[in-house]
């Protein structure tokens, strides 16, 4: 169930406690371009080390890479990403504003009764599945789907619009070549395919993952850091024997709804949406969805992408892009099963998730907080030290638990305000566990440690506290 107001909420919050800034906001912004600040900066690396780690530290056949973000730009002709990577679009002449044509319609089937909805949007999905463009605008027309600007039904005929950007390589303007900032980080996969398979010896099944950021010129984008122009993604291509994809596809889409799952997100908020447009290199696809406040959305994509991409990449690069299976004594192009998922939406989904106004209010008093519960592996600080006073040695104290930590968490010291509010803070941060040192850790060396989502407080020893943090933050 869309809930704008959460959407709203969660964003404020992000700006308010240096989750999540708007791109160049003392210039009014650039449009679905946004900064992370310095707790959203520390979630996303862990997301992203989460990701990295339960792919190539947890398998032994999956390597990990780095390729450039610029590359050749006979490889995007090659990935169909030249002529294929676009999103059919309608204008209205009066207001000469831009929609996609999916997110016009699915726009107005909400304002429709679910059944007729549902109806509406199967019909436009068949239309996008056969490409047919005119039936896509006879559809608007059929329905009066007007331009939430101009009101009218003035409508250009559906066009394509390819979302690659182009840049020069080379500062002289006879010499530039066209480049594109990659629109996703799997080609360099593919094109080092060979490369790591040799090197490391891979044998098949084996794969290749990164990470890395990709640029998609977005006409509608909305929804915060869901739809960005500029946006990380965390992809594997797994390469298999010809014939064996669809155990491959079942197998990973099963781990990837397990690591989803791991993050402590239940599993109700999540379902499967399989693809009734397949992709031009797909012979099946599927999405993980999650129940963001804007409703059921991509996290995650699942696609068995055949042996489209290398055996495209061997015709247009002249090289041969095969393997040699020693297990059947046959070469040929590998087959490929991808999970895609992006780094920021994850970051979304995260917050949505651990985002909570609570009522604390007793019969005495009014009282709330807003809480993030996020997973302690993921939360930006791992432990706050705070000293009730900032004086009698406390400071010293709590400093010297700081040293002893630092290595091995983020860790973060305040001293100010009361220790209530010091609190309270911390729930709006995310952090996991507060200790206070008081008066008493003086004598015996105990601390009181409070823990973030059930508020409760325990009396612990001071040299416990490393050890019981690593062991609670752990990610494995
Ligand atoms: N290599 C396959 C691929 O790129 P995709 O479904 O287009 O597939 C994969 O993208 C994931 O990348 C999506 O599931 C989504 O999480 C993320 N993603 C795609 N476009 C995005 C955008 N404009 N902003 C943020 N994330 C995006």
Redesign the pocket.
């Known amino acids: 169930m869309a809930n704008e107001n959460k959407l709203q909420d969660i964003i404020g919050h992000c700006k308010e406690y240096g989750y999540v800034f708007q791109s160049s906001e003392i210039y009014d912004g650039l449009s679905?371009v946004y900064d992370y600040g310095q707790y959203g900066a520390e979630l996303k690396k862990n997301i992203r080390d989460y990701w990295w780690r339960s792919m190539t530290q947890m398998h032994d056949n999956i390597a990990g890479i780095d390729a450039a973000i610029f590359m050749h730009p006979t490889v995007w002709k090659a990935s169909g990403h030249v002529d294929s990577f676009s999103d059919p679009m309608i204008d209205n002449k009066d207001s000469q504003k831009r929609y996609r044509v999916d997110h016009l319609i699915e726009g107005y089937a909400e304002t429709l009764e679910k059944g007729t909805g549902d109806a509406l949007i199967a019909k436009m999905e068949q239309l996008l599945a056969d490409n047919n463009l005119t039936g896509i605008k006879e559809l608007i027309e059929e329905h009066k789907i007007s331009c939430a600007i101009s009101g009218t039904c003035n409508w250009t005929d559906v066009r394509q619009f390819n979302l690659m950007f182009a840049t020069q390589l080379g500062s002289v303007a006879e010499e530039a070549n066209e480049i594109y900032l990659r629109?996703?980080?799997?080609q360099g996969i593919f094109v080092n395919f060979l490369n790591v398979q040799k090197t490391g010896r891979m044998k098949i099944p084996f794969g290749i993952a990164q990470t890395g950021k990709?640029f998609?010129n977005?006409i509608v984008?909305r929804g915060f850091?869901?739809?960005?122009?500029e946006?990380?993604?965390m992809?594997m291509q797994f390469f298999v024997r010809p014939g064996t994809q669809k155990e491959w596809y079942d197998y990973w889409k099963e781990v990837r709804m397990k690591w989803h799952l791991s993050l402590g997100i239940s599993a109700e908020n999540f379902r499967f949406h399989d693809h009734i447009k397949l992709?031009h290199y797909a012979d099946m696809a599927c999405?993980?969805e999650y129940d963001f406040p804007m409703g059921f959305k991509?996290?995650?994509?699942v696609?068995s992408r055949t042996d489209f991409d290398l055996s495209r990449h061997q015709e247009f690069s002249g090289k041969k892009l095969t393997y040699f299976d020693t297990e059947i004594n046959k070469h040929y192009v590998p087959y490929v099963i991808?999970t895609?998922?992006?780094?920021?939406?994850?970051v979304m989904m995260v917050l949505s998730d651990a985002y909570k106004e609570e009522d604390l209010s007793t019969e005495e008093k009014k009282d709330s907080r807003v809480v993030l519960s996020l997973p302690p592996m993921l939360a930006p600080i791992k432990l706050a030290v705070l000293p009730l006073t900032k004086k009698d040695g406390l400071p010293e104290l709590a400093k010297e638990l700081i040293d002893e930590c630092r290595p091995y968490f983020k860790c973060f010291y305040e001293e100010k305000d009361s220790i209530g509010k010091r609190y309270r803070r911390q729930d709006a941060i995310g952090t996991p566990f507060c200790i206070t040192i008081d008066h008493q850790t003086k004598e015996d060396r105990t601390v009181t440690i409070r823990h973030r989502d059930s508020m409760t407080q325990e009396r612990i020893p001071l040299d416990s506290v490393r050890a019981l943090i690593v062991e609670k933050t752990k990610m494995f």
């Open positions: 679905a629109p996703e980080t799997a990709a998609r977005e984008a850091i869901f739809r960005m122009r946006f990380e993604q992809e992709a999405d993980i991509e996290v995650e994509g696609h991808e895609s998922i992006g780094l920021d939406r994850t």
